[in-house]
T-cell receptor
């Protein structure tokens, strides 16, 4: 059975801290791994990873994929209160439709 | 204006009622999806559609039905609502296989 597991489930840090969020997967015919940020409304896309070892970076956020060990991490440096959100990981398969398997998310709370 | 619009934003109703949630998009995407989100369970796929003639069940389609009225419109119906269908429902779209999905702001549905 295909499975995507995120850890930790929740995390509380203070502004300026660095955090690492984890996503491990057991999915046959892996195609891609995506990270989304969900504040109060719609999840918004952050990164899509398809190749091992290639870091994707956007400002203070970065992510990398390890296809051998079947996991990805999302790093946030110098956290700000605006980073408080649920971070979702989703895995896509090599099939002829755009179907993704989502993890349960990591809830990040950044305190001033 | 939002690219993916869901109506209503919030709905409270009683067990046994028929409910329709609507989704419209201006992104011109062929693929549309309905998910539900429950605390601790992430996003789970209910139905998806690749064009107006194509409807597919997701992992939790029981108790739901959908209609793809046009490329831009995809509605989700609960024929006889039950309390365990209380959840946050998201509509999403995507352009092509493997590309990130774009989400609406969600419909919060409570069934008493």
């Amino acid at each position: 059975e295909d499975k995507v597991v995120q850890s930790p489930l929740s995390l509380v840090v203070h502004e300026g801290d660095t955090v690492t969020l984890n996503c491990s997967y057991e999915v046959t015919n892996f195609r891609s791994l995506l990270w989304y940020k969900q504040e109060k409304k719609a999840p918004t896309f952050l990164f899509m990873l398809t190749s091992s070892g290639i870091e994707k970076k956007s400002g203070r956020l970065s992510s990398i994929l390890d296809k051998k060990e079947l996991f990805s991490i999302l790093n946030i440096t110098a956290t700000q209160t605006g980073d408080s959100a649920i971070y979702l990981c989703a895995v896509g398969k090599v099939v002829n439709f755009n179907k993704f398997y989502f993890g349960s998310g990591t809830k990040l709370n950044v305190k001033p | 204006d939002a690219d993916v619009t869901q109506t209503p934003r919030n709905r409270i109703t009683k067990t046994g009622k028929r409910i329709m949630l609507e989704c419209s998009q201006t992104k011109g995407h062929d693929r549309m999806y309905w998910y539900r989100q429950d605390p601790g369970l992430g996003l789970r796929l209910i139905y998806y559609s690749f064009d107006v003639k194509d409807i597919n069940k997701g992992e939790i389609s029981d108790g739901y039905s959908v209609s793809r009225q046009a490329q831009a419109k995809f509605s989700l119906s609960l024929e006889s609502a039950i309390p365990n269908q209380t959840a946050l429902y998201f509509c999403a779209t995507s352009a092509v296989v493997g590309q990130p999905q774009h989400f609406g702001d969600g419909t919060r549905l409570s069934i008493l």
